[in-house]
């Protein structure tokens, strides 16, 4: 059975390890690089985990299958009232289980409960996948699109989905 609860400090070496392998299987939809992240320092890795969702400005939700981490969401609060999920991934074997609608979920709640509006996410545009998830999810286009920075041949599409 997979666990989804908010990352604490000593999931540290599990959120490295599912953040690196997100950015192993899916470079594309980060701005972070994979050696970028992999040259971190552990303190870097469990100042993260250490994060208190609890009247913090930020949330990151972590999907445990017994001592392996196997999703992680991470959400934003915006000056303008938007909570900014600027994470989500989920491990090639537990996709389609339910686990990425429980991330969302998660982080949902947490940007409600600390007063956000809506929330925004951006998304590849050719990721067709994640668009019909999202969008099964309540999430629209708001019409923006952004190129990721050094990698012009990549879109982002903004997405957007009420909170109330």
Same mark, same amino acid.
């Given at each position: 059975m997979v666990d989804i609860r908010h990352v604490r400090p000593q999931d540290w070496q599990s959120l490295k390890a599912? !953040?690196? /392998?997100?950015l192993s299987d899916a470079p594309e939809a980060f701005c972070t690089t994979y050696e970028e992240a992999a040259s971190y320092a552990n303190d870097v890795w469990i100042k993260r985990a250490s994060v208190d969702p609890? +009247? +913090?400005s930020s949330v990151s939700v972590i999907a445990m299958d017994d001592a392996d981490a196997v999703g992680l969401a991470v959400g934003?609060?915006? %000056? %303008?009232g938007a909570l900014d999920v600027v994470s989500v991934f989920v491990a090639? /074997?537990? !996709? @389609?289980? @339910?686990?990425?609608? /429980?991330?969302?979920?998660?982080?949902e709640t947490w940007g409600r409960e600390q007063g956000a509006d809506r929330a925004v996410l951006e998304v590849e545009e050719g990721n067709q996948r994640a668009g019909a998830f999202y969008a099964r999810l309540g999430y629209l286009p708001t019409g923006k699109r952004e190129t990721y920075a050094g990698r012009f041949w990549l879109q982002r599409v903004e997405l957007t989905k009420s909170l109330r």
């Open positions: 599912i !953040r690196l /392998e997100s609890v +009247g +913090g934003v609060l915006c %000056d %303008d090639p /074997e537990h !996709r @389609g289980t @339910g686990v990425a609608q /429980e991330l969302m979920a998660m982080v």
